[in-house]
DNA sequence: GGCGGGATATGT
DNA sequence: CATATCCCGCCA
């Protein structure tokens, strides 16, 4: 039962999300257990999701077998990354918000000198990229069958409590409570509305 | 805490 | 050509 989400359909990319929250993520010597992550769904329904208008170079991974990482750089320097769920040809992924390192301290303070307190090593999804020290690379490489370079591993004990709530930097469908995180955890960043860069009065 | 700069692949 | 699943450093 461990890698149920593994097995859950597209249309329950939601319920993949909440199960990951806990799980480990190691990758060139640090491990994080994942604290912060957000659902987004394929075709149709979801605009806030990469796989909305189908099929292109950069968003391929998204509609191939689930356990893989779909990666994608941002803003011209930063990487962040998914783990696609859901049968192949439907696109449901799950966003790597935000972790707390577990394993391998002393390299990820190391690979990310600006963090003021441990528990920001990790709060953010470049962040993680960071200590993990994954890129582009890491696309399409699974995380489920030790050939890539992160693995993926259950949990050590409960998860703890759930909380959700709108997913960040999103200008469609605001009000979808896809994000999710463990309730009181340090190391998830605190949510802000997104703000476009100079536009016109947004409401 | 708020604000702006940074730097570029991607899709329209 | 405008945007983007962001981070950091600087100012208050």
Known sequence: MTYSWLELPAEAVDQAARQLLGWRLTANGVTVRLTEVEAYSGLGEDPASHAHRGVTNRNAVMFGPAGRLYVYQIYGMHFCANIVCGEPGRAAAVLLRAGEVVGGLETARSRRPAARRDADLAAGPAKLMQVLELNRAANDTSVV???????????????????????????AAHDVPWRFWLAGDPTVSVYRRHTPKRRAVRR
């Open 145 to 171: 069958d030790g050939t890539g370079p992160a693995t993926l591993s259950p949990p050590d004990g409960a998860a703890g409590t759930i909380e959700a709530g709108p997913r960040v930097g999103v200008t």
